[in-house]
Structures are given as structure tokens and as C-alpha cells.
């Protein structure tokens, strides 16, 4: 079992950053992948970016490469979503999610096993 609890999300001016957090719980935070996604209101749940366990390898979504980074302290059970340049169409609920299988698409949200309960993210244009 993996407990995972997203914070940071907020109102922003488009251009502003934001930084998202989600703490894990349960299972060795350094032995599993982790990814962030987010939804809008009546689109799909999207890919945003993944991290393998080591912090060795990071992976983006086009739409976000350049502008997010992603990245996760081991030591303190932590995974981050550094956000800056940001636009309106940014805007959704952010999620982070937990994948104890290595797998080979860390952008397909069927491959988590664990999801957060979700952290709101509104930018202003």
C-alpha cells in the first residue's frame, strides 16, 4: 500500500510558477517509479512528466518540456513539480501517482498503481 497526498496547487497569473508536492507513505518511496498527471474539466487525464526511483531518468510531455521539471528527494519520501512559465491552458487538478511495476510507459496512466487525491492548479490569463 502507497498513501500519497499532493499539495501546492493554486491561483497564479499566467507566467507565475508554482510548485507541487506529494508526499508518499507506506512501501520504500526509493524503490518505484512516480509520475504527475492532470485533468481538466471534460478532457482526459493526461501525462505530464515521470521520474524513475533513482531520480535517474525524467520524462515530459511536449506540451511541458522546457518549462516543468520534475524531481524527488528519497530521503524524505517526496516527489516535486516544479511549474514556471505558466499558461492558462495549464490549468487543471494535478495528480501524482505511484507505479511499483517497472514498466515500460511511465506516460500511461494505466501503468500506476497508486494515485494522490489531486491538487487544484488555476493559472489567469
Known amino acids: 500500500q502507497v498513501q500519497l497526498v499532493e499539495s501546492g496547487g493554486g491561483l497564479v497569473q499566467a507566467g507565475g510558477s508554482l510548485r507541487l508536492s506529494c508526499a508518499a507513505s507506506?512501501?520504500?518511496?526509493?524503490?518505484?517509479?512516480m509520475g504527475w498527471f492532470r485533468q481538466a474539466p471534460g478532457k482526459e487525464r493526461e501525462f505530464v512528466a515521470a521520474?524513475?526511483?533513482?531520480?535517474?531518468?525524467?520524462y515530459y510531455a511536449d506540451s511541458v518540456k522546457g518549462r516543468f521539471t520534475i524531481s524527488r528527494d528519497n530521503a524524505k519520501n517526496t516527489l516535486y513539480l516544479q511549474m514556471n512559465s505558466l499558461k492558462a491552458e495549464d490549468t487543471a487538478v494535478y495528480y501524482c501517482?505511484?507505479?511499483?511495476?517497472?514498466?515500460?510507459?511511465?506516460?500511461?496512466?494505466?501503468?500506476?498503481?497508486?494515485w494522490g487525491q489531486g491538487t487544484q492548479v488555476t493559472v489567469s490569463s
Open positions: 501517482a505511484a507505479d511499483l511495476v517497472a514498466t515500460i510507459s511511465l506516460s500511461a496512466p494505466y501503468e500506476y498503481d497508486y
Open positions: 507506506g512501501r520504500t518511496f526509493s524503490s518505484y517509479a
Open positions: 521520474i524513475t526511483w533513482s531520480g535517474g531518468s525524467t
